[in-house]
């Protein structure tokens, strides 16, 4: 099975986050792993328990692009990342769709190859 975790930033911008974590909350195929990097854990995890999602909440300053892909590639189990910004929303159906996709296929790794 292919496993796909959510990567969702969130950085001083939270006038859209209700519509991104509710994206997430009523997908059709549930992710495997949501993880989140914010410079407000707080605000944060209100709105995640208010739609009962379930997350890894990492409080880090504003990390560049590739840094915080560096850090997800440290920490994520599943196959698959999908990013998603705070004021960005999924389909409810785009997990779903991808998974179809994706199957059996490995874009990237996360094993080094010497």
Request: proline share 4%; charged share 30%.
């Amino acid at each position: 099975m292919t496993s796909l975790a959510i990567l969702l930033t969130v950085y001083g911008r939270y006038n859209f986050l209700d519509e991104a974590v509710s994206s997430i909350a009523f997908q059709s195929r549930e992710p495997d792993e949501v993880l989140v990097f914010t410079d407000n854990r707080e605000i944060v995890k209100k709105v995640l328990d208010k739609y009962g999602v379930k997350a890894e909440v990492y409080q880090e300053p504003k990390l560049s692009l590739p840094v915080t892909y560096a850090r997800v590639g440290e920490i994520a189990a599943a196959d698959y990342i999908l990013p998603l910004e705070d004021d960005d929303m999924f389909k409810p159906n785009k997990l779903e769709i991808l998974e179809k996709y994706c199957k059996d296929y490995s874009l990237i790794s996360t094993q080094l190859i010497s």
